[in-house]
């Protein structure tokens, strides 16, 4: 089934086509008057260069008109081996589809709402007949058992003609057209932006980075820059003062070697202030009878870390290299 985007919005169509597979695009003029274009020849032109395949309008009061202008439009430069002429379905319009058909033009009759009309495209060799889903179904129409009459009547007949699926409005319209089994569907970017989305994929797809990263980096690489650190000798404001400097909720306590000696954290503050008011700002941390910290080897991966937290079920670790802190892992760091 080919893909083909339906817009004239240039930063749509620049992203959807990097996407490398999509078959082409289909533009209206109503589309070009809501994107404020007031020069149509240069935009085709310019959208032309853009993409593998370009569908566009060739409009006319009758079939003489409709011809003239698809020949008026090649003469602009566009290749005729990579131009869909777009003709609205009338007596004139499929007149003008075989005429150009049997000039070795591709076309596509859309505006189709019946099978009767649908059939004339397909009789008259229209290389694309596009019934508009949407639209048929705004009005309350079964939209997509007509689609389904189309490629039935393609398949049975063996008209060299393709059903394209139009008026998306919703992925689920994509999930219809592969299921009635149409040759060609063109959809808004929104839609198709919306197609390879899934939260459990989303979730599986997050848990692999996640699963991925703890197996292969190692605790120096997760640790930010900062690495909170005061003496034994020091004040509990001087531990305030480095946690509030460093953005963590706790300081890395050493002694007079640099080694670590014990940890502090904002949990402590809040404990001591509750029980022993201002005065123990001024306390020095040496006297705090510190809780040992739970340090993780600088060099370890971070499944290590992963298991520490799991285990000792606390927020942060001491990451230590030759006994001296070079920093602190959080456990935030691990997602």
Avoid at 142 to 158: F, K
Avoid at 312 to 323: K, P, Y
Wanted: proline share 3%; with cysteine.
């Amino acid at each position: 089934m080919e893909l083909y985007l339906d817009s004239v919005d240039l930063k749509e169509i620049e992203q959807a086509f990097k996407l490398g597979f999509l078959a082409g695009l289909t533009t209206t003029p109503t589309f070009m008057h809501r994107e404020g274009v007031t020069d149509i020849d240069a935009m085709i032109l310019k959208l032309a260069g853009m993409v593998p395949v370009l569908q566009v309008e060739a409009l006319g009061a009758n079939a003489e008109e409709i011809y003239a202008e698809a020949q008026r439009l090649l003469s602009l430069g566009l290749d005729p081996a990579k131009t869909v002429f777009k003709i609205p379905v009338s007596l004139e319009g499929v007149a003008a589809c075989n005429r150009l058909s049997k000039a070795g033009l591709l076309t596509n009759v859309h505006l189709v709402y019946t099978l009767q009309q649908a059939y004339m495209a397909m009789a008259a060799g229209a290389s694309y007949v596009c019934p508009l889903v949407g639209r048929l179904q705004d009005q309350g129409h079964d939209a997509l058992a007509l689609v389904q009459q189309c490629v039935e009547a393609v398949n049975y007949y063996e008209y060299d003609t393709k059903i394209m699926f139009s008026s998306v409005r919703h992925t689920e319209h994509v999930r219809n057209a592969i299921n009635i089994g149409v040759h060609t569907v063109t959809v808004p970017w929104k839609v198709m932006k919306a197609l390879t989305e899934n939260n459990f994929t989303t979730l599986g797809t997050q848990q692999f980075f996640e699963h991925t990263r703890l197996m292969t980096t190692r605790v120096r690489e997760a640790i930010s820059g900062k690495n909170p650190v005061v003496g034994l000798n020091k004040t509990v404001l001087d531990a305030i003062v480095e946690m509030t400097k460093s953005g963590f909720g706790a300081v890395t306590v050493v002694d007079v070697a640099g080694a670590v000696a014990g940890i502090f954290t904002d949990g402590d503050l809040r404990r001591h202030l509750e029980h022993e008011g201002e005065g123990f700002l001024q306390k020095r941390l040496a006297d705090l009878g510190l809780k040992k910290p739970i340090t993780v080897e600088a060099e370890a991966l971070l499944h290590v870390a992963s298991d520490l937290f799991k285990k000792h079920q606390v927020d942060t670790l001491i990451a230590e290299h030759n006994g001296k802190p070079v920093g602190m892992l959080d456990v935030q760091d691990l997602l």
